[in-house]
C-alpha cells in the first residue's frame, strides 16, 4: 500500500506557517514516515505534481504567480488545506486591499528608495487588485486558523488526514 502524497506551497505570506510545520520536532518524523513529502520546502522538486493526497497552502492570492499556482494545486490535490490566516481570511496580505496595489508599489519602489527608485519589472509577479483567501479562489476543503497554526494544531491536522480521519478544527483559537 503507498503512502498519502504531502505537499506544501507558500503563497503571499511570511512563512510562519512553515515554520510552526518545523516546530513540530520529533513529531514531523513521525508524519515524514507515514506520508511521501512530494512538494514543498521540504524537498528539491520544481514542479507541482499530479494525485497530491494533502496540500497545506500557506498564505493569500495577491499576485498572478499566485493565481496561477493555486489553480494548478487545486487541480492535482485531493485535500487542500487553507493553513492559516493568511490563507483562511487573508490577513496580513489583505490589508492593502483598501490601499491598492499601485499605491503600495509606489511607497515600496519608488518613495522609499533612495538608489535607483523604479517599479519592479516584469521578472515579479503583477499584484492582483486585491489579496484574496485560498477559498475566495478555489475549494477548501480544510481551514487551520492561527497566526500562525500551533504545531501541535498542525501535527494534529495532518495525523488525521493521513489516518484518514476529519480533523476538527471548528472554534480552535492559535496564538502561536
Known amino acids: 500500500m503507498s503512502k498519502p502524497r504531502l505537499a506544501t506551497i507558500w503563497l503571499d505570506g511570511c512563512s510562519g506557517c512553515h515554520m510552526s510545520l518545523l516546530d513540530m520536532d520529533e513529531r514531523l518524523l513521525d508524519i515524514t514516515e507515514r506520508v511521501d513529502i512530494v512538494y514543498g520546502a521540504l524537498v528539491d522538486i520544481k514542479e507541482f505534481p499530479e494525485d497530491v493526497d494533502v496540500t497545506l497552502v500557506e498564505g493569500a492570492i495577491s499576485s498572478e504567480d499566485d493565481l496561477r499556482k493555486i489553480y494548478e494545486v487545486r487541480r492535482n490535490t485531493r485535500i487542500?488545506?487553507?493553513?492559516?490566516?493568511?490563507?483562511?481570511?487573508?490577513?496580513?496580505?489583505?490589508?492593502?486591499?483598501q490601499?491598492?496595489?499601485a499605491a503600495?508599489?509606489?511607497r515600496a519602489y519608488l518613495e522609499n528608495v533612495t538608489i535607483n527608485p523604479q517599479l519592479p519589472g516584469p521578472m515579479v509577479p503583477r499584484?492582483?487588485?486585491?489579496s484574496r483567501p485560498v477559498h475566495a479562489v478555489v475549494k477548501v476543503d480544510v481551514f487551520v486558523p492561527g497566526c500562525p497554526p500551533s504545531a501541535d494544531l498542525i501535527h494534529s491536522v495532518l495525523d488525521d488526514l493521513i489516518s484518514g480521519r476529519v480533523p476538527v478544527t471548528a472554534g480552535v483559537t492559535c496564538f502561536g
Open 104 to 106: 503600495i508599489l509606489e
Open 80 to 97: 487542500l488545506v487553507s493553513l492559516g490566516d493568511c490563507a483562511v481570511t487573508s490577513n496580513v496580505p489583505g490589508m492593502r486591499n
Open 127 to 130: 499584484l492582483l487588485a486585491m
Open 99 to 101: 490601499i491598492g496595489p
